[in-house]
C-alpha cells in the first residue's frame, strides 16, 4: 500500500481504532492464561465482555473514523452488530454449559470473521487498512475451525512425567483456545494501530522537491 497523503490521512484518522479493538482482547487473554477457571460458563462471560467493548469500538470508533467509504463503513457497522449480539446471546446462555459456549464462539467467528475478511479483500487496492482486515478476519474463521474440530466429548487423564493430576477436557481446551485467539489478534491490533500511526507522517520535501531518504 502506498504512503500517500491521502494514506496518510486515512491512518491518522483510523490508527486508535486497532489499538483500542486490542485492549479488551490483551484483558481477557490475560484473565485466561492465569486463571485456572476454564470452564464454559466462565469462558462465556470472558467473551461477553469482549464482545461488547469490541462492539462499541467498532460502532461509536470504526464506524465514524472511516474514510469516505460507504461499504466499509456498513460492513463495520454490520460487524459491530453482530459481534454485540454475541455478546448478549453469551452472558443469555451462560449456564447452558459447553454447547452453548461452541455455539456462540464458532456463530460469532463465521459471521465476524466473514464479514472482516470479505471487507479487507475488497478494499485492496484502496484501503491502507485491507491487509488489517483479511489477516482479522482470516484469523477469526481458523477459530471457528478450531472450535468445530475440538470434539465436545474430548478427556484426556493427566499424569505421566510431569506427575500432573486432574482431566484435560475440552471446556479447558476450547477456553485455552479462545485466550490462544485474543492473545494472537491483541498483539496485531496493536502492532497494526501504531504502524498506522507512525505512518501518517509523509516524507519531508528536500529543498528541490525531492523527498528525503
Not at 120 to 133: C, E, H, I, M, Q
Request: aromatic letters at 8%; one cysteine or more.
Amino acid at each position: 500500500m502506498s504512503d500517500s497523503v491521502d494514506d496518510s490521512g486515512q491512518r491518522a484518522r483510523y490508527w486508535p481504532v486497532p489499538v483500542l479493538r486490542a485492549v479488551p482482547a490483551a484483558i481477557v487473554a490475560l484473565v485466561i492464561t492465569f486463571s485456572s477457571n476454564h470452564a464454559a460458563g466462565y469462558g462465556l462471560l470472558l467473551f461477553g465482555g469482549f464482545a461488547v467493548v469490541d462492539g462499541l469500538v467498532l460502532l461509536l470508533a470504526g464506524a465514524t473514523r472511516l474514510p469516505a467509504d460507504g461499504r466499509s463503513r456498513r460492513t463495520t457497522q454490520v460487524q459491530a452488530v453482530v459481534t454485540l449480539a454475541a455478546a448478549v446471546a453469551a452472558f443469555a446462555c451462560n449456564g447452558f454449559g459447553l454447547p452453548a459456549f461452541i455455539a456462540v464462539i464458532v456463530v460469532f467467528a463465521v459471521l465476524t470473521g466473514a464479514l472482516e475478511l470479505t471487507q479487507g479483500l475488497r478494499a485492496r487496492r484502496r484501503s491502507p487498512f485491507a491487509r488489517d482486515w483479511m489477516t482479522i478476519g482470516g484469523l477469526t474463521l481458523l477459530l471457528a475451525v478450531a472450535f468445530l474440530l475440538t470434539p465436545p466429548d474430548y478427556s484426556e487423564q493427566l499424569g505421566g512425567v510431569e506427575q500432573v493430576t486432574g482431566i484435560l477436557d475440552a471446556s479447558i481446551v476450547l477456553v485455552g483456545l479462545l485466550g490462544a485467539y485474543l492473545a494472537i489478534t491483541a498483539v496485531f491490533h496493536a502492532i497494526a494501530g501504531l504502524s498506522h500511526k507512525w505512518g501518517t507522517v509523509a516524507p519531508a520535501a528536500a529543498p528541490d522537491g525531492a523527498p528525503h531518504a
